[in-house]
């Protein structure tokens, strides 16, 4: 059974960074035929995708927080994490990593989800 | 972004059926395949339909998935109190390069 566990500070100032890592353990973290994913849930509201990284280290990120954005892997420990970079109130969530299925490039669906971690941007 | 829209609730009595609607485009449900999740209050987000139609294991046939042109549907036939929980639709949007979720809806078990 595959297992996904999100780590990482729950609090966080304004115009620093957030750092989360995703450790991953049950499946085979090393295969092209998934993708890796970190998906946030804002206060009280739906599911914004944030972007998906390979093991081979290829990203790719959600036009809306590109700029801000860098997510990474470590395959000798079957983990990747996500960075994003001056932060506001505005990203004050629940962040979820999760493995997804792909239909060639694109994500097809999300089947293995963590339990989500809350990250508040607060002074 | 939410371009994927469902309605913000539906209920029904115990046993009964219910079916949750996700409107989209061209640009993603019209030509991308569409998945569902439940989630439940407090907890992460569960898959339960893949590919507009399949059920991964474990996931009773009382859920189903349908497809037809840019609209989704969701059914969820004998409807028992532990279905209380909110819906999202998913789909990847080729216009926007990013998977986008529905707006969620909430499903209340009378």
């Known amino acids: 059974q595959v297992q996904l566990q999100e780590s990482g500070p729950g609090l966080v100032k304004p115009s620093q960074t957030l750092s989360l890592t995703c450790s991953v353990s049950g499946g085979s973290f090393s295969s092209d035929a998934y993708q890796w994913t970190w998906i946030r849930q804002l206060p009280g509201k739906g599911l914004e995708w944030i972007g998906y990284?390979?093991?081979?280290?290829?990203?790719y990120y959600s036009p809306s927080l590109k700029s801000r954005l860098t997510i990474s892997v470590d395959t000798s420990k079957n983990q990747f994490s996500l960075k994003l970079t001056s932060v506001t109130a505005a990203d004050t969530a629940v962040y979820y990593c999760?493995?997804?299925?792909?239909?060639?490039?694109?994500?097809?669906?999300?089947?293995?989800w963590g339990q989500g971690t809350l990250v508040t941007v607060s002074s | 972004q939410s371009v994927l829209t469902q309605p913000p609730s539906v209920s029904a009595a115990p046993g009964q059926k219910v079916t949750i609607s996700c409107s989209g485009s061209?640009?993603?449900?019209?030509?991308?395949?569409v998945s569902w999740y439940q989630q439940l209050p407090g907890t992460a987000p569960k898959f339960l339909i893949y590919?507009?139609?399949k059920r991964p294991s474990g996931i009773p046939d009382r859920f189903s998935g349908s497809k037809s042109g840019t609209s989704a549907t969701l059914g969820i036939t004998g409807l028992q109190p532990g279905d209380e929980a909110d819906y999202y639709c998913?789909?990847?949007?080729?216009?926007?390069?990013?998977?986008?979720f529905g707006t969620g809806t909430k499903v209340t078990v009378l």
């Open positions: 061209s640009s993603n449900i019209g030509n991308n395949y």
């Open positions: 999760a493995r997804v299925r792909h239909r060639g490039v694109t994500p097809s669906y999300f089947d293995y």
């Open positions: 990284i390979y093991y081979s280290g290829i990203s």
């Open positions: 998913g789909s990847w949007d080729g216009s926007l390069s990013a998977f986008v």
């Open positions: 590919e507009n139609n």
